[in-house]
């Protein structure tokens, strides 16, 4: 991966704390990792089979999340040329390059988040 080709650019450029606020701003959005997840544990997918993999999200939700994620340079959209046309979604190099990140908040969700019907409507363990 190229540096100079891959970086994207950010609003807070030189602050000590901007890599980590403009990557939170980058993928900080609810269904954003879940869809970055989704792909990277299945690879490229469909909308309906990406839609089926996210689970409970809206169509036009995950239309508007696919659109930001391609903008930002995270997935790709292919046209597959089958009968009927379809369109499939995959993750960029630099989408790809996430994978370290988005693993570590899945590991430390599992340490330190209960089901909220757990313990009185409280997500977090202490």
């Not at 879940?34 to 909308?47: I, Q």
């Not at 969700?109 to 202490?126: C, F, R, W, Y």
Request: aromatic share 4%; glycine share 6%; net charge negative.
């Amino acid at each position: 991966m190229s540096e100079s080709t891959e970086q994207l650019e950010v609003w807070c450029a030189g602050k000590d704390w901007c890599p980590v606020t403009a990557t939170a701003t980058l993928i900080g959005k609810k269904w954003h990792t879940v869809v970055l997840h989704r792909l990277l544990d299945n690879g490229p997918l469909g909308f309906n089979a990406l839609k089926e993999e996210v689970g409970g999200i809206s169509s036009k939700v995950l239309s508007d999340v696919l659109e930001d994620l391609e903008q930002k340079q995270l997935i790709n959209r292919e046209i597959v040329n089958e009968k009927p046309v379809r369109v499939e979604y995959s993750l960029t190099d630099l989408g790809k390059s996430l994978e370290s990140v988005i693993l570590e908040m899945a590991d430390w969700g599992q340490k330190h988040l209960m089901p909220a019907e757990t313990k009185d409507n409280s997500i977090t363990s202490v």
